[in-house]
C-alpha cells in the first residue's frame, strides 16, 4: 500500500450519517455476512456485484484522472450511470430507505472504522453488524465491527444518545473498504480546497 492509500485510509471526518446495528453472537459473527443474510433472507447477489464493480470502478477512475483526464471523465460519466442502476435495485433501495427513517447523526468517519453515538452503552470487545448511509453522498456501507474503546459521543444535536462508540470494521470487503477510501479522499480533497480559499482571501 502507497503512502496517499495509508493517508487516506487514516483521514477521518465528521459526517452526518444514518445509522442502525445489532449485537452479534459469537455463532453469527463466525458465520460471516453472506451466511448472515442469507440466513435472514437478504442475500442479493446482483447488489453485491454491482457495488463490488461501483467501488473497482470507481479505483480506476481515479488513476486515470491523474494520467488521461478525458478518460477519466469518460470513466466518471460511466460509474455515474452504474450508480443510478445499483440504486434502483429493489433490496437496495429498501434498505436506504429503512435507513433513512431515523434522523441522521454525527459521526467521526474513516475507512478504518466509526465512531457514532448510542442510545445504550456497549461493551469493548463486542461485535456488531452495522450498517449506515453517508448523507453527503448517499454511500451505502455494510460491515461486521468491533468496539474497541467508549469515548465522549460525537453527536450533541440533542438526541438521546449519550454514549459515545468507538469500532473497527472486520472482515471488510474490499469493495466497500474502497468506497470509503475514496469518499475519504474527497473530502479531503475539498477540505484542502477551502483552506486554500480561506488563505487567498486573508492575504488578498
Given at each position: 500500500?502507497?503512502?496517499?492509500?495509508?493517508?487516506?485510509?487514516?483521514?477521518?471526518?465528521?459526517?452526518?450519517?444514518?445509522?442502525?446495528y445489532?449485537?452479534?453472537?459469537?455463532?453469527?459473527?463466525?458465520?460471516?455476512?453472506?451466511?448472515?443474510?442469507?440466513?435472514?433472507g437478504?442475500?442479493?447477489?446482483?447488489?453485491?456485484?454491482?457495488?463490488?464493480?461501483?467501488?473497482?470502478l470507481?479505483?480506476?477512475?481515479?488513476?486515470?484522472?491523474?494520467?488521461?483526464g478525458?478518460?477519466?471523465?469518460?470513466?466518471?460519466?460511466?460509474?455515474?450511470?452504474?450508480?443510478?442502476?445499483?440504486?434502483q435495485?429493489?433490496?437496495?433501495?429498501?434498505?436506504?430507505?429503512?435507513?433513512?427513517?431515523?434522523?441522521?447523526?454525527?459521526?467521526?468517519?474513516?475507512?478504518?472504522?466509526?465512531?457514532?453515538?448510542?442510545?445504550?452503552?456497549?461493551?469493548?470487545?463486542?461485535?456488531?453488524?452495522?450498517q449506515?448511509?453517508?448523507?453527503?453522498?448517499n454511500?451505502?456501507?455494510?460491515?461486521?465491527?468491533?468496539?474497541?474503546?467508549?469515548?465522549?459521543?460525537?453527536?450533541?444535536?440533542?438526541?438521546?444518545?449519550?454514549?459515545?462508540?468507538?469500532?473497527?470494521?472486520?472482515?471488510?470487503t474490499?469493495s466497500?473498504r474502497?468506497?470509503?477510501?475514496?469518499?475519504?479522499?474527497?473530502?479531503?480533497?475539498?477540505t484542502?480546497?477551502?483552506?486554500r480559499?480561506?488563505?487567498?482571501?486573508?492575504?488578498?
Amino acid at each position: 500500500m502507497t503512502n496517499e492509500q495509508n493517508n487516506r485510509r487514516s483521514f477521518r471526518v465528521s459526517e452526518s450519517v444514518y445509522l442502525k446495528y445489532d449485537v452479534l453472537s459469537d455463532e453469527e459473527f463466525q458465520e460471516g455476512m453472506g451466511r448472515r443474510n442469507l440466513r435472514l433472507g437478504l442475500n442479493d447477489g446482483a447488489q453485491a456485484m454491482l457495488v463490488d464493480i461501483e467501488a473497482r470502478l470507481g479505483e480506476a477512475m481515479y488513476l486515470l484522472q491523474g494520467d488521461y483526464g478525458k478518460v477519466g471523465r469518460c470513466m466518471t460519466l460511466l460509474n455515474d450511470k452504474l450508480n443510478i442502476v445499483i440504486d434502483q435495485l429493489p433490496a437496495l433501495r429498501e434498505t436506504k430507505a429503512s435507513l433513512a427513517k431515523s434522523p441522521p447523526q454525527t459521526c467521526d468517519v474513516s475507512a478504518d472504522g466509526l465512531v457514532f453515538s448510542s442510545p445504550r452503552p456497549l461493551s469493548v470487545g463486542e461485535k456488531l453488524h452495522l450498517q449506515f448511509l453517508l448523507s453527503q453522498d448517499n454511500r451505502y456501507v455494510e460491515t461486521f465491527c468491533q468496539v474497541v474503546r467508549l469515548v465522549d459521543p460525537p453527536d450533541t444535536t440533542g438526541q438521546d444518545l449519550p454514549y459515545g462508540i468507538a469500532v473497527e470494521f472486520l472482515n471488510m470487503t474490499s469493495s466497500q473498504r474502497e468506497i470509503l477510501i475514496q469518499h475519504m479522499f474527497s473530502r479531503e480533497s475539498e477540505t484542502l480546497r477551502m483552506r486554500r480559499l480561506e488563505l487567498d482571501s486573508v492575504e488578498n
